[in-house]
């Protein structure tokens, strides 16, 4: 059975190897080879390659929690720049700001384990015991 040929994201064809038994309009392929060019990746227009590698980064550290956290367990407001709010024990926000976000989960109680991710700018708790990963 031939290789079939396929398009890569920059419009280059690359081959995916075909064995087995099947038909030319469908075929039985087992393996999938793929080899990639080192070319330079399109970059948004403008950025650097420095600025776009210090992007990945900081994009990295903080769903590693790299940025730090805060144990919350009272009911003063929370100003901030939050990406994550991990419930530890059953709570209920009377406050929570979230940007691109039309209806947020106030009110609402929200088990232990769950985890609210976004772009929090302020919250406050009215109930129950929260970590909130800092952006």
Known sequence: MANIPIKDVFG?????????????????????????????????????????????????????????????????????TWVAIQVIEAATFSTLTCASTT????????PAGFVLYGDISNFALSAGKVIAYKG
């Open 12 to 80: 280059r064809t690359i081959y995916m190897k075909a064995t087995g038994s099947g038909t030319v309009d469908d075929p039985y392929i087992t393996e999938q080879n793929n080899t990639i060019i080192n070319d330079n990746l399109p970059l948004p227009f403008g950025a650097s390659t420095e600025e776009t590698q210090s992007n990945i980064k900081t994009l990295t550290e903080v769903s590693l929690g790299k940025k730090g956290h805060a144990l919350i367990t009272s009911t003063l407001p929370q100003p901030g």
């Open 103 to 110: 209806f947020p989960a106030i009110n609402v109680e929200l």
